[in-house]
């Protein structure tokens, strides 16, 4: 296919356009309008700021034998970052054009932001364009790749996706495509529209009401989701985990009237490497058990099961993108309710590698029945061993939504899941995991750890401490605490991820996996 950029016929322009493949959240209704996103850079000259259009906007200029450059200096002080602006009848395939304001041109690495800004700002720009367009009811949305197109397609899909499921009448959501500038451009277009299909399917999880996502549910679509050769599901139920001394896991569920499941994934594309695990928290309803939670915003524990999300929408973009790894993904699931039958605050439970716990709050059952999946996670010499949790309000204290909380015994792991936050521009944050925290849970007489710290604080903290007595022994471990960035949206730090659970940090944890040598 010839270049766009060599393209002369004003006919021929609709020709370079490819569709996003594989998407399965987009709707399949007739197209009836098209539209395009071209991007802009602001460029500040003295006091004056000029707007320089991008190689896909100028094309589209010449193409449109200058009106769109002639329509632009109408609004080119309304243009700025992160904003977008749309003209009709510039073009006869497209009814209408969104130019959206990419601030200047090859911005750097801000080192206290630890965010590519570049990237980032590529992903909002992409996003605003496409929300303008679908705002204005067109259907079939083309975008340029804004500088990179695995960023423009991430902000274009995570943009226009909504959680409607339930809906009796619901909204149109257009599908997105790419418009070509060069063959190189479609293999990162495709890898990104892959994440952002992974983060919208995270998103979706925990987003469903808990009726209709019990652990028994979520096995079920799990099996849906997840079908291919590469990926091997095994539904694990309450007599299993018995016999493999899950007690802490199983705990939890005893209040409950529906079953535990205990999900384990494998994936087999490395060799005869030993795998990596990761392991997801899959509460699907926490209403706190016994220690009850407070009826305001209760309904948000539809998504405690976050990281049981997260993983599973990681390994559907590991599947799809080939990664050449092998990876085992180990998901705990079940209710935590208050009956007569429930686990008590005072209760004493021995986990599967015998060590003994005080259960102070039930509602810290998170650490419970992530405690047992760790210790399981040692028959299979992991590599490496990473949970992820909606694990503490503590960490939603320290840190909002600015960042998922990281506790980890190794600085190498840390240093590449850093570097890959700030690409992903969904950042990671590092704790300490120092004896201080040991000694708040582990110092009784009676029984080996409280599943609460005794001291004032550090709450995040005390639980990474608890999780880490289960880590198979001389394993890289990394804890990831996600309950700041879970949702709903609370302000506008991604604005690209519109209302609803956020689904984060998938991205992220695709690109760690990658990542890995």
């Known amino acids: 296919m010839r270049n766009l950029l060599n393209c002369i016929k004003l006919e021929k322009f609709s020709r370079y356009i490819r569709l996003s493949q594989g998407n399965r959240f987009y709707s399949s209704q007739k197209v009836n309008k098209n539209g395009i996103v071209l991007g802009v850079y602001s460029e500040k000259i003295g006091d004056e700021t000029k707007l320089i259009l991008t190689p896909a906007a100028e094309k589209f200029n010449e193409l449109s034998h200058g009106k769109f450059l002639s329509n632009l200096k109408f609004v080119e ?45 590529i992903r909002l720009a992409a996003a605003n364009g496409c929300t303008a367009l679908k705002n204005a009811g067109v259907k079939n949305i083309s975008v340029e790749s804004l500088g990179d197109a695995e960023a423009s397609a991430e902000g274009s899909v995570l943009g226009t996706w909504k959680f409607q499921e339930y809906k009796t009448k619901k909204d149109d959501i257009p599908k997105v495509n790419l418009v070509l500038e060069d063959e190189s451009e479609y293999e990162k277009w495709n890898r ?152 008590k605050p005072g209760d004493v439970i021995k986990a599967r590698n015998g060590k003994t716990i005080c259960v102070d709050n039930t509602d810290a059952e998170g650490r419970l029945i992530l405690a047992d999946a760790l210790c399981y996670s040692s028959k299979f010499t992991p590599k490496w061993v990473l949970d992820i949790a909606t694990l503490t309000g503590a960490m939603m204290v320290a840190l909002g939504s600015g960042a ?77 605490d996600m309950a700041g960035v879970m949702g709903p949206q ?27 040598k």
């Open 77 to 121: 002080s309304e243009i700025k970052e992160g904003k977008s602006f749309v003209f009709w009848g510039l073009h006869e395939d497209y009814q209408a054009v969104a130019v959206t304001g990419l601030g200047e041109k090859n911005k750097k690495l801000d080192s206290l932001e630890l965010i590519d800004s570049n990237k980032e700002g």
């Open 404 to 480: 998922t909380g990281v506790f980890t015994n190794s600085d190498h792991l840390f240093s590449i899941l850093q570097s890959v936050s700030s690409i992903t521009g969904d950042r990671v944050w590092r704790f300490p995991l120092w004896k201080h925290y040991l000694d708040q849970i582990a110092k009784n007489d009676a029984y080996d750890l409280n599943n609460i710290g005794q001291g004032r604080g550090g709450g995040s903290c005390t639980a990474a401490a608890f999780l880490k007595e289960f880590v198979p022994e001389n394993t890289e471990w990394l804890h990831l």
């Open 192 to 343: 990104g529209v892959i994440k952002a299909d992974a983060q919208n399917l995270a998103r979706k999880l925990a987003d469903t009401p808990s009726n209709l996502l019990t652990p028994t549910i979520f096995s079920q679509q799990i099996v849906e989701v997840l079908r291919s050769e590469n990926i091997t599901i095994e539904v694990h139920d309450q007599e299993w985990a018995r016999k493999e001394n899950m007690n802490a896991f199983l705990s939890v569920a005893k209040g409950s009237i529906e079953p535990p499941k205990f999900l384990e994934l494998t994936y087999n594309n490395g060799k005869n490497d030993k795998p990596y695990v990761l392991v997801g928290k899959g509460v699907t309803f926490d209403a706190g058990g016994i220690s009850i939670k407070p009826s305001t915003s209760m309904d948000h524990m539809r998504a405690d099961m976050g990281g049981a999300a997260s993983v599973t929408a990681t390994l559907y973009a590991v599947d799809k993108l080939k990664i050449p790894v092998n990876l085992k993904v180990l998901i705990p699931l079940v209710e935590n309710m208050p009956s007569g039958s429930a686990l």
């Open 490 to 516: 609370p302000d506008t730090s991604m604005p690209y991820l519109g209302k609803g659970m956020t689904g984060r940090p998938t991205r992220t944890l695709i690109e760690f996996i990658a990542a890995q």
